[in-house]
């Protein structure tokens, strides 16, 4: 099968673009995030290719004024992995690695857009940071194999929420590209064996500041070891670029939750201490183990969806097992001090906790989540 692909020096293998692998769970995948120093507004956007699934889907989420607004959209994509537009909802590769833009239209086919459209550019801060690759097994099974590329990055633009200008110029946030293997659309019929418990825990922690950028993720094991872990920090002024040998993290939580409170990260002379905001955001707005729109599930030829989260009764939602709220990022305020020099900012502790993990005192599957 051709494609437009087909006519860029891009090729890996002696098949057409169309065709990645052999693997069903190949995903190649857009993420955006963004908001403003108050955070009055916060929102995100990604954007999924699933060419063993011949699917594309995507989402745009606002945060804004009390309410979590989640427009939906999913496509057959006929192999055509260029074509970045489902329903209302598009990207734009202006320059690579700096300049994107992302607009949703008015789309007149769409049964429930929610009155939420705009015209969006995401600029690029610094370089993008490469993450170790990700690999990880249960038992034979391969269940994760993907690279990710991480930027920071302004935004110009204006949202329009049902006839109510939202300027999102000067906003600041992050944007990310990954791909490789995880799983996605329909759940395998069939589970690794010998089975084993549910666990992951992950922290992503990208932080906007004046002059510098700071990133740092870990994921741990259920004995609290990093199975994949990195930190960098970029000084604008002078172009340096530093990536620490270690980093530890210190995470308090709320009370009877898994809702992280405070966190430091400490490592050969930096010091990152984040101070969340209030309000959440919840992934399950871009399709982040959602029931219904889970990434890479199939929706028919063309479907766009729209709906909103209550954020005052959100948290009560997941205690009662509203499990894909679980999921979340939450701006904070950041307190960043590099060999002497003080920077502050904002920066977004993105947070996954599932199953056991030891230094936080998380012994089961659910326990400090459901009451």
């Avoid at 009055?40 to 945060?63: E, K, R, T």
């Avoid at 993450?131 to 990710?148: A, I, K, S, V, Y």
Wanted: net charge negative.
């Amino acid at each position: 099968m051709l494609t437009p692909a087909d006519d860029y020096p891009l090729h890996q293998t002696p098949e057409p673009m169309a065709y990645a692998g052999s693997d069903r769970n190949f995903y190649d995948r857009f993420f955006f995030n963004g908001y403003s120093a108050d955070g009055s507004v916060f929102f995100a956007l990604a954007l999924g290719v699933y060419p063993q699934l011949n699917i594309m889907d995507a989402s745009f989420s606002l945060s804004y004024e009390g309410r979590q607004y989640n427009l939906r959209c999913s496509k057959e994509m006929l192999g055509d992995r260029l074509a970045l537009s489902i329903g209302p909802l598009s990207i734009e590769i202006v320059k690579p690695m700096q300049e994107t833009r992302i607009t949703i239209g008015d789309y007149k086919g769409a049964d429930n857009q929610g009155g939420l459209t705009g015209e969006l550019i995401a600029t690029a801060r610094h370089q993008p940071i490469e993450e170790p690759r990700f690999t990880r097994r249960q038992g034979t099974r391969l269940m994760m194999d993907l690279t990710r590329a991480t930027q920071n990055i302004d935004w110009h633009g204006t949202l329009d929420l049902r006839g109510h200008k939202i300027d999102i110029t000067g906003c600041r946030g992050t944007r990310d590209r990954s791909w490789g293997i995880r799983q996605v659309g329909a759940a395998d019929p069939q589970a690794p064996v010998p089975p084993a418990p549910q666990q992951f825990y992950w922290l992503w922690t990208p932080c906007n500041f004046d002059k510098a950028a700071f990133f740092c993720h870990t994921n741990d094991d259920g004995a609290g070891e990093a199975w994949n872990r990195k930190a960098v920090f970029d000084d604008f002024a002078t172009g340096r670029r530093v990536a620490l040998s270690r980093i530890d993290f210190t995470t308090d939580y709320h009370d009877g939750t898994r809702r992280v409170s405070a966190l430091t990260l400490e490592g050969e002379g930096l010091r990152a201490s984040f101070t969340p905001m209030a309000r959440l955001f919840y992934m399950q707005g871009l399709g982040y183990i959602h029931p219904e729109w889970n990434h890479g599930t199939h929706h028919g030829a063309l479907r766009v969806g729209f709906d909103e989260i209550e954020l005052a009764t959100a948290e009560a939602a997941l205690k009662q097992g509203q499990m894909e709220n679980l999921h979340v990022q939450t701006l904070s305020a950041v307190d960043l001090e590099v060999d002497g020099a003080s920077h502050k900012g904002q920066g977004v502790i993105e947070q996954l906790f599932i199953g056991p993990h030891a230094p936080s005192g998380f012994q089961d599957l659910v326990d400090r989540i459901m009451t």
